[in-house]
């Protein structure tokens, strides 16, 4: 599976978008982007995935470059239960096991 | 509905004891991992099986880690002869099909503490 680059760590204002930047640069061509995160004490929870198009659903927006090379998660309006350590993973399909990186630590601030 | 569910939530175990850890993952579905997640990094993948087969076993770090799902649903995580290097959380997930595009749902996991 190909590798992500993630900032270890974000800021965001309550009520703000937050844009959570990934890179992917071996992504190869049946790769899909998948994101997670996980808040403090819990398990992972999936939040959303895409292979070419941009994709929304009602926790977040995923967009993906016309080169598939990087990808942002967009949460619209941030509260403060959106801290939590956000995980972009690239893979074939979730079917088979996921490889997180670091993720980057998102802290909403009131 | 009922998510994935683990036990226990905290063990904690004397350096060479045994120990089990069990996953019950949402009914009927058909994949279920086992991650381990040492304090402040990323879960990182141990088994994988297929209802009752364990058709990944890559990640498990030693010969002392052992997993089961012997009727496909419920699965067991062994650790024989804990070490202090085992202290961890270990997560269980499961997804509804395999080979597929499909979510994996997360337990909340059991944090192992080895003294």
């Known amino acids: 599976d190909a590798k992500t680059t993630q900032p270890p760590s974000m800021d965001c204002a309550e009520g703000r978008a937050a844009n959570l930047p990934c890179n992917h640069s071996t992504i190869s061509g049946n790769e899909y982007v998948y994101w997670y995160r996980q808040i403090h004490s819990q398990g992972p929870q999936y939040i959303i995935h895409g292979l070419k198009n941009n994709e929304t659903n009602e926790m977040a927006s995923l967009i993906i470059t016309e080169d598939r090379k990087s990808s942002t998660l967009i949460l619209p309006h941030a509260t403060l239960r959106d801290t939590a350590v956000y995980y972009c993973i690239v893979s074939y399909n979730a079917g088979n096991m996921l490889t997180f990186g670091g993720g980057t630590r998102l802290m909403v601030k009131p | 509905g009922a998510g994935v569910s683990q036990s226990p939530r905290y063990k904690v175990a004397k350096r060479g004891q045994d120990v089990a850890l069990r996953c019950d993952p949402i009914?009927?579905?058909?994949?279920l991992f086992w991650y381990q997640q040492a304090l402040g990094q990323g879960p990182e993948f141990l088994t994988y099986f297929q209802n009752e087969a364990q058709l990944d076993k890559s990640g498990l770090p030693s010969d002392r880690f052992f997993a089961e799902r012997p009727e496909g649903s419920v699965s067991t995580l062994k650790i024989q002869r804990t070490q202090q290097e085992d202290s961890a959380v270990y997560l269980c997930a499961s997804s509804l099909n395999a080979g597929v595009v499909d979510e994996q749902f997360f337990g909340p996991g059991t944090r192992l503490t080895v003294l």
């Open positions: 009914s009927g579905h058909v994949s």
